[in-house]
């Protein structure tokens, strides 16, 4: 860390950010915010320093690396069923049940609640389950990231997943440092108490419901939805997929394949990244919560994509759709369908670099922690840790950063009580899963909008009004809460409320103003092709 760079530490990802919202051009940006950041930590032409970092995002975090495996054997996954017709067979098994607009957002929110294993899996194994679908009842690819994308964070950091075990960790290795393990709570009991206080997490799951039950849109993704069903067209015409398996793969070899080239592999990747997962931390002497702490979901996740891959070449071969050699290829096919996302993967890391070497965390909590009350903490601590997570695309990052000295403060500003330990950890959290959802640089965010197939940047823009919206809520809640010390059980319902009105008041405004529905989806029914997009 150098905090001595001062102010300068926040020019690299707020450029980064703020370029690729502009220009929609995602790589370019980032690409010029770690350049940027090389030249002020290295003071010259900073060339050697920008890929000194990429290379390092690339090999040397053995997590990155096995997340980028990860991705390129889903994408091999992907490619595989897609050539066998394994998409056009889920879409027309699905179709019976789910045939509007407003039951695909709904399954799709359901689905991504009970997948809270792991947001990486979370975006893949429910994006790739429900695409097609939700082409071909004119759901815009906007949105089907947002729902992916504002599903999979929240959830993982308040379920059952790699998060969960990440967080504890943090909050044990503070309480051992402090010296209090005595005088609290265990580290995963805190955490469990913590979960009521992380709002900005539960409200935004609850927002998606919101959105998919009631049908209404507004901001960029009411323009969005409604492009989606006048004209079909899911994707904006002049946008950059992350992913487009048609265009890069061409047709299937079948469209009447049977059921199973879709359900074989998919279930071989969940039967196997769970099972992994199991495996790597069952011991014996070991509680629930150790077992987590232990495993290994990022190689579980190999895994399971190898096994998803596998099964889908066996199929192949067994069911003499393709020969070996057409697999193979394939599986090269579908490596490439996903360097896009690679790419964007390892420059949003690279930025995280940068943000790191710089200070960029240290500097902004050391301003945010100077002048906090008890009255203050859960605000503070939700507004700063949203916006360190916003400016490094990391949550595990500003959890990492934010840990260290909420604990403490929490501590000492609370007359040592251990519930307001819980409650500063929850508005921690909160901060830190909103910067994950809104910011362009999140690698949580450049997998949703992989596995929706959706622009990267469309997907970030769209989704901010209403990231932002669940901020709004979140942040008068914590204000209600340092003014009353209510209970949570009163504050949320009351935060669900001003969602509601706030959904149903700026859909209402922004339809007038652009003279279209407030409601897109609710004329949109079951078409009977896919879409040219894919």
């Known amino acids: 860390m150098a905090p001595h760079f001062g102010i300068l530490s926040l020019a690299p990802p707020l450029l980064a950010i703020a370029l690729a919202i502009i220009t929609r051009r995602a790589m370019l940006s980032l690409f010029v915010g770690v350049w940027i950041g090389a030249v002020i930590y290295a003071g010259n032409i900073g060339v050697a320093q920008t890929f000194e970092w990429i290379v390092n995002a690339i090999g040397a975090s053995t997590f990155n690396a096995t997340i980028l495996v990860f991705v390129m054997l889903l994408g091999a996954g992907i490619a595989l069923i897609w050539k066998l017709g394994g998409a056009h067979a889920i879409t027309k098994f699905a179709t019976r049940r789910i045939n509007s607009h407003r039951k695909i957002g709904i399954s799709t929110w359901l689905l991504g609640i009970l997948w809270c294993f792991d947001d990486y899996a979370n975006n893949a194994i429910v994006g790739s389950s429900m695409k097609n679908l ?93 492009r989606a069903v006048k004209t079909g067209n899911v994707i904006r015409e002049d946008a950059n997929a992350l992913q487009n398996i048609k265009e890069e793969l061409g047709e299937p070899v079948t469209e009447d394949a049977p059921l199973r080239v879709f359900a074989l592999p998919v279930f071989a990747l969940v039967a196997t990244v769970i099972g992994g997962a199991v495996m790597m931390g069952y011991a014996p002497d070991r509680t629930f919560i150790e077992m987590v702490n232990n495993t290994a979901v990022a190689t579980a996740l190999v895994w399971g994509s190898f096994a998803m891959v596998s099964t889908a070449i066996l199929l192949a071969l067994s069911e003499g759709l393709m020969s070996i050699s057409e697999s193979m290829e394939t ?204």
């Open 134 to 226: 939700a082409d071909e009842l004119k759901m815009s690819r906007e949105k089907l990231a947002y729902i992916l994308d504002s599903t999979a964070a929240p959830v993982a950091t308040i379920g059952i997943s790699s998060w969960v075990a990440f967080e504890i960790g943090l909050i044990e290795t503070q309480y051992q440092e402090l010296g209090i393990a005595d005088q609290t709570p265990s580290a995963a009991a805190t955490f469990i108490q913590s979960i009521p206080y992380n709002m900005y997490s539960i409200l935004a799951v609850v927002m998606v419901g919101i959105i998919v039950i009631s049908g209404r849109d507004f901001g960029e993704m009411l323009t969005a939805e409604n």
């Open 331 to 534: 599986v090269l096919d579908g490596f490439g369908t996903m360097l896009p996302a690679i790419s964007i993967l390892v420059l949003a890391w690279s930025i995280g670099s940068v943000a790191s070497a710089l200070g960029t965390g240290a500097y902004v909590t050391q301003y945010a922690t100077g002048v906090v009350s008890p009255l203050m903490v859960p605000v503070v601590v939700f507004f700063t840790s949203a916006f360190i997570a916003f400016a490094i695309g990391t949550s595990w990052g500003t959890m990492s950063i934010m840990t260290p000295i909420v604990i403490p403060l929490a501590w000492s500003i609370g007359s040592n009580d251990p519930h307001f330990l819980a409650v500063a950890v929850g508005a921690m959290f909160s901060g830190a899963v909103f910067g994950d959802n809104c910011s362009p640089i999140s690698d949580t965010t450049v997998l949703a909008s992989t596995f929706a197939g959706s622009d990267h940047i469309d997907h970030v823009r769209t989704q901010m009004y209403y990231a932002f919206t669940v901020l709004i809520a979140t942040g008068v809640i914590y204000v209600l809460y340092g003014i009353t010390n209510l209970s949570p059980l009163i504050l949320l319902p009351l935060g669900v409320v001003t969602l509601v009105v706030l959904v149903y008041g700026f859909s209402e405004l922004d339809a007038r103003r652009k003279d279209i529905s407030a409601k897109p989806g609710a004329s949109s029914g079951l078409r009977t092709g896919l879409t040219s997009d894919d």
